[in-house]
């Protein structure tokens, strides 16, 4: 499912067009922007089975180019494979290339952030969404679909997110699929700030968000539509090695396929890390006394 090298550095410039233009108080090329989207899904509708490779920054100064256009493939071929088609798949195109045009004035020591590790840092995070979803909606050169999907792409399912702090739980497929690439692309990159995860880490990661950050739905299905082709296997190899909240070591045994994130394990150690003379098999999807937080070895 690879994107083809000229289409992906056509997006770079198509991209970075766009943040020129509203540096220098442009508006935005919108049609351009389209074309260059239709473009994408004819090549997602007529590719076969592949990993699919991100784009990485060669610096600071070009995180927001690239990991737009992460998002913007990464949308795309979720949104493509879950029935999303037509407009709306258009639109879920022009949210993701958009989402983070609001953050032409942020402190590029920040750029990259998601929420900020501080009072300060936050409340300047907080403000891209709503930032550009105002300029645009007074501009009024987007459909309100496109807008809602950059105000509300960090909003979170338990409503702790921003800037409204509402819950994602019946926000539109397009909303929450921007939210949860957006989050994966940041997960993955790496820059001179932050080295990126692999994406069996991203994707780990991800699996614990489902009713926090995530909703469940959404989750499940970027595991299982987008996990093939990102990750070289499942989330839980077999034999890997895994930290349960019992503080117990164990192994994995048995799963049953990329969105399978509760196991069949067997318990190596006891909580202080002494082997057990005689490990304990334990099926996840049963016993709901013991869940895995960590992965120690893929």
């Known amino acids: 499912m690879n994107v083809s090298e000229a289409l992906k550095k056509r997006g770079i410039v198509v991209i970075r ?8 108080g442009k508006d935005l090329d919108v049609e351009t922007s389209e074309r260059y989207i239709d473009s994408l899904i004819q090549e997602i509708s007529h590719q076969r089975e592949g990993m699919l490779y991100l784009v990485e920054p060669e610096s600071t100064k070009d995180y927001l180019v690239i ?6 493939l990464l949308s795309l071929i979720m949104g493509y494979r879950i ?11 022009l949210g993701a290339m958009f989402h983070d045009l609001g953050k032409i004035n942020t402190p590029e020591n920040l750029i990259w952030k998601q929420e900020g590790d501080n009072e300060y840092e936050r409340t300047v995070l907080s403000e891209h969404p709503e930032v550009i979803t105002h300029w645009l909606a007074k501009k009024a050169i987007i459909p309100d679909e496109v807008i809602h999907i950059i ?13 409204e702090g509402l819950t994602t739980r019946d926000f539109p497929r397009s909303i929450n699929i921007v939210a949860i690439c957006n989050f994966y692309s ?5 820059i001179d700030e932050k080295a990126g ?16 950050r995530f909703n469940p739905k959404t989750v499940n299905n970027f ?23 019992t503080m117990e070591v164990a192994a994995v045994v048995k799963t049953t396929g990329f969105a399978d994130t509760h196991p069949e394990i067997v318990v190596l150690t006891n909580s202080q890390g002494k082997k057990l003379e005689r490990p304990v098999n334990v ?12 992965l120690l070895k893929a």
């Open 223 to 245: 595991i299982l539509l987008m996990g093939p082709m990102l990750m070289d296997g499942p989330i839980y190899r077999r034999t890997a090695l895994v930290l349960l909240d």
């Open 17 to 24: 067009s766009l943040f020129d233009d509203l540096q220098s």
């Open 186 to 190: 940041f997960q993955v990159i790496s």
């Open 67 to 72: 990991h737009s256009l992460n998002v913007l």
């Open 283 to 294: 099926d996840l999807k049963k016993d709901g006394s013991r869940r895995i937080i960590k």
């Open 151 to 163: 105000k509300y792409h960090h909003e979170r399912f338990d409503g702790r997110g921003y800037p």
């Open 83 to 93: 029935g999303v088609e037509g407009i709306e798949l258009r639109e879920l195109g």
């Open 197 to 212: 995860e692999e994406p069996r880490n991203a994707f780990f990661t991800i699996s614990k968000e489902g009713g926090k």
